[in-house]
């Protein structure tokens, strides 16, 4: 199975287009995923650049995030607010799209109305649209969402499974049964560290993060041993954000860790584990 890595955008906010796109390719990632800011002219030169790159190496990656700002509202308001989004999402023509979908406070029936929209934008548009788990989302929590699995048995999901440590504030050491149960509608993964108090530590490959990473590491390779692929790849996206969700020092608010390198290091370290393997 051909393994693709692709590089977030978040972090490099207000980077021009075509200085982004350089680093990436610098970094020899495969594409990127990106929160499209609703900036005409970014949007345009984007995807100027993302056409010039792909002359070179058409299957060069766009994922499309689709990450709705927070806003009191009712679910019909979400509901509108969301397929706006998303119909802006679809002409862009990404690969796919990773969205951020339901609220944790909505009812399991609001959430499923939500989700029917989702899938019915992305069967008629032929853009596959993939539910990241996440805090916050109808995804929030790994047995929760075994509901909407059986209700959706086609869904299709980004795993990102340092949210679900913190909010079961453990390692899911007592929720393997259920890992096993949601690793099959996996597609896309968010290789990002967390632990029990938060969904990202400061620097994975400090020694006393080790069992940590290595339980995560155990999680990715399962998913991947599970073969799913939304076109004839999987992606994964190193995923550490930035100040402030990676931690800094008190005071002078200096991060911990360098976004741009940990996410370079683990796409380098996961690039050999798995080339050597699948």
Known sequence: MQINFVCPYWGKEGTLASDFL???LQEDYDGVEINMPDEPDFINEFQVELDYVRKTNDRFIFIAQQVLPLRP???SDYINRLKRRLVNLVEL????INSH??????????NCRIIELVENISQKSGVPILHETHRGRFTFHAASLLPYLDRF???RLTADFSHWCTVSESLLDDQQEILEKVIPFVHHLH?????????QVNDPFAPEWKSTFDTFVGWWKKVIKAGNVTEDF???CPEFGPAPYMPTMPFTQKPLGDQWKINVRIKDYLQHEFDSRY
Request: hydrophobic share 30%.
């Open 22 to 24: 350089r680093s990436v």
């Open 73 to 75: 509202e009712s679910v």
């Open 93 to 96: 023509k990404p690969n796919f």
């Open 101 to 110: 979908t339901g609220k944790d406070y909505f009812s399991v029936d609001d």
């Open 153 to 155: 048995p086609k869904l």
């Open 191 to 199: 290789a990002r560290v967390g632990y029990e108090h938060s969904p």
């Open 234 to 236: 999987f992606t994964i």
